[in-house]
């Protein structure tokens, strides 16, 4: 018994139980998301119960509660918010008469009011009046071939509406100009305000084609209809521009159901999101996070390490030394949305701002740069995340033997050759190491973005087609900060917790392919100048 | 009462000449009153006990020392006529004629070869003939081309630790220096490391003035023309090796040398 506790033994039990207790968690954790994030896009059946008062519904089983072993209570996902107002239903396993899946059921993404679930009646489509006529016997397969036919005007439309984007952006810019010309006390009369004015005017009729151009092809798209029948009957006219996607997923085979699962991600990728970003795609959301990391690291990268070479190869050690780097250290454990306030108060109000009185004070009391915007919000998480690059270069050049330096300088190399030619080489798997951390914070970060730019849903993203190209004054959307509005702030709670999900394994990939970036670079450093210790 | 041969205090051809040197880390003086010269072109053996000042004052020679921010020192030390402590002389400029060898080997993590021509290109040296033709020279004057010539362009790495330290000096001959300063640099090693690198310092005799700092009395028996006796930071005596390992003038030198002490 003695030599069971000389030994260490429950130590040993200890150090692996908390271990295998931390993986256990991370595992639950990332299974979780993965399990339910992978399941999002996948077409499940649809079921149509018929209720012992004779009602039906159909839906998507959702969720169901077991008691004791046996079934007795099952959610579904109705859809059609538009009759029901609800996405959501709970029945009694009693109350349920009977349950079939319906071959002919059909699912509808639409651009509005949720999916809709039920069956198709008929198409009419303006000139093929006797497709609807004929019969109520429409199917899918037409139902296809008329939301395909509608492509070459949908295209139309989304030219003519990128056409007014542009317009009104320079409208946007000739008024910022006319603003400066009259902020500068330039009369009316002049030949320049008058040059932009004739400008505006041509911009105007230009637009007001485009949009009149744009309204016939409107009125043209509500000519395409379909009616649908619900479960209970009811008939539904639906334009067929408003659905994003129909399909039949009882009748689907496995490589249509696989292929319709890959589409959705391709969408969830490319695409904007939708009612109120709860469906559609991501890339905003993906484009911004990306962005804002860049940009952060443009930033504390560069000042991190080189306040560390500062603060281990120059700084005289002594009282200052220590209590900056206590500082620094410390700076590591405030709170995330202080660094939001300060970012607010400095960066936005401060130098936005300032900047905006220097430079723009003719589109005041509207900021340009004195309000939340890609540049201030990723300052802000540099600030934040510079310690960790900071406190990593330290170690790593603390860390390399005096024998190196020793040797370097014996040879008549000065300090600076030493740390460019031999320190910094061979630091730099270290402060990689720091700068996977500081990523993944930063990546991860929400709280402080949420006061200095991040918003809900945003026009444009920071980089397009518009001069000059990058807009570091824009808003941005940001993959963190888009779970916890479509999880907590949005109307519909239940029917967004699909993409909760989502999101939340996107924002998890995509952290860990710019690390794993980051970490292969580091190997290869370390394999490249590891000192060996013959 | 530093007992000295008058001859070896005024050697005739010294390349270094220490006058008066005292060194004080802090409060604590760890030389006193050294004098001594160096002969141009000999080995020169530095024993003592441990903590006895032989490590500082070799490093006083290429201003090691430099780096440690307590340091006082006080007296002069003469390089070919050159006051190495006075204002004017600069740091790195010395250290390109005064070489050093390490007790623990340290070759950097790059190629043989880079490692070699380290110095020159810091030097600002680029030309490829010149750095090809300097690494073949120094490889070959440290006796270790024959074991790398093949792999120049591996990581030095991955040699044993007896080529590391012969590579070590390559590095330190390609600069084309004076002097070599060496401290200890055989403690690390196994027997047959040992015996090739003095067979080298003995070879590199007669070309370069080297002087080492040993434990190893047998080594510098073996090694060495010239032998200085340090104790407590006091030069004890110096003279030809050979005199100092068989009739020492200085009771202290004997009783260490005969291995009553030490």
Known sequence: ?534 | MPQTNPAIRQISDAIVEVNNLNLFYGDKQALSNISMSFPRNKVTALIGPSGCGKSTLIRCFNRMNDLIETISIKGEIIIDGQNIYDTKMDAIELRRRVGMVFQKWNPFPKSIYENVIYGLRIAGVNNKKILDETVEKSLKRAAIWDEVKDRLHDSAMGLSGGQMQRLCIARAIAVEPEVILMDEPCSALDPRSTAKIEELIRELQGDYTIIIVTHNMQQAARVSDFTAYLYLGELIEYDLTKKVFTTPTQKETEDYITGRFG
Request: glycine share 8%; with cysteine.
């Open chain 1, 1 to 534: 018994m003695k030599q069971f506790w000389r030994r260490g033994e429950p130590f040993i039990w200890a150090t692996g139980l908390s271990l295998s207790a931390i993986i256990c968690m991370t595992v639950i954790l990332i299974a979780v998301v993965v399990i339910n994030g992978m399941t999002v896009f996948w077409p499940y059946k649809l079921v149509e119960f018929t209720l012992s008062g004779g009602e039906k519904y159909l839906g998507e089983i959702s969720r169901s509660e077991k008691e004791d072993g046996i079934l007795t209570k099952i959610q579904l996902k109705i859809g059609n918010r538009d009759l029901y107002s609800l996405d959501f239903k709970w029945f009694d396993q009693g109350e349920i008469n009977s349950q079939k899946y319906p071959v002919k059921a059909i699912a509808l993404e639409r651009m509005e009011y949720g999916n809709f679930y039920g069956y198709l009646q008929s198409i009419k489509i303006p000139g093929q009046l006797s497709s609807a006529s004929s019969s109520n016997y429409a199917n899918i397969t037409s139902l296809k071939k008329a939301l395909e036919s509608l492509e070459p005007l949908q295209h139309k439309k989304e030219a003519l509406e990128e056409d007014i984007t542009d317009i009104n952006f320079e409208v946007e810019r000739l008024h910022h100009k006319l603003a400066g010309l009259r902020y500068k006390k330039i009369p009316e009369h002049d030949r320049r305000i008058q040059a932009l004015l004739l400008e505006e005017a041509s911009l105007q009729t230009q637009f007001n084609k485009i949009v009149s151009k744009n309204q016939a092809i409107e009125n043209q798209l509500h000519q395409y209809t379909a009616i649908f029948r619900s479960a209970d009957n009811r008939e539904i006219t639906i334009k067929l521009h408003e659905i994003v996607r129909a399909y039949e997923p009882n009748a689907m085979s496995l490589l249509e159901k696989t292929g319709h699962y890959f589409s959705k991600i391709v969408e969830l990728f490319l695409d904007d999101p939708r009612e109120s970003n709860t469906e559609g795609g991501l890339f905003p959301a993906i484009f911004g996070t990306i962005s804002l990391v860049f940009l952060m690291s443009l930033l504390s990268f560069p000042l991190g390490v080189i306040a560390g070479i500062y603060l281990r190869e120059y700084a005289k050690e002594g009282l200052l030394v220590q209590t900056v780097r206590i500082a620094v250290n410390n700076l590591a454990g405030i709170p995330s949305i202080v660094y939001g306030i300060f970012g607010l108060g400095f960066f936005v109000y401060g130098i936005g701002g300032n900047l905006d009185q220097l430079f723009f004070p003719e589109r005041l009391p509207t900021p340009t740069f004195g309000t939340g915007g890609i540049l201030w919000a990723s300052l802000t998480l540099g600030l934040l995340t510079v310690p960790v690059v900071i406190v990593a270069t330290e170690e790593a050049l603390g860390a390399i033997t005096p024998g190196i330096r020793e040797g370097s300088l014996a040879l008549g190399s000065t300090k600076f050759q030493t740390l460019l030619r031999l320190l910094l080489p061979m630091a730099s798997p270290g402060i990689l190491t720091g700068f996977i951390l500081a990523m993944a914070r930063a990546a991860g970060e929400v709280a402080p973005l949420m006061i200095t730019g991040v918003v809900k849903l945003a026009p444009s993203l920071p980089l397009d087609g518009q001069f000059p190209f990058v807009h570091f004054d824009r808003k941005f959307m940001h993959l963190g900060f888009h779970i916890y509005d479509i999880g907590f702030q949005s109307p519909n709670v239940e029917a967004a917790k699909p993409m909760v999900y989502v999101t939340t394994l996107l924002l998890i990939l995509i952290v860990l392919s710019m690390c794993s970036v980051a970490i292969h670079l580091r190997n290869k450093m370390r394999t490249r100048y590891a000192i060996s210790d013959v």
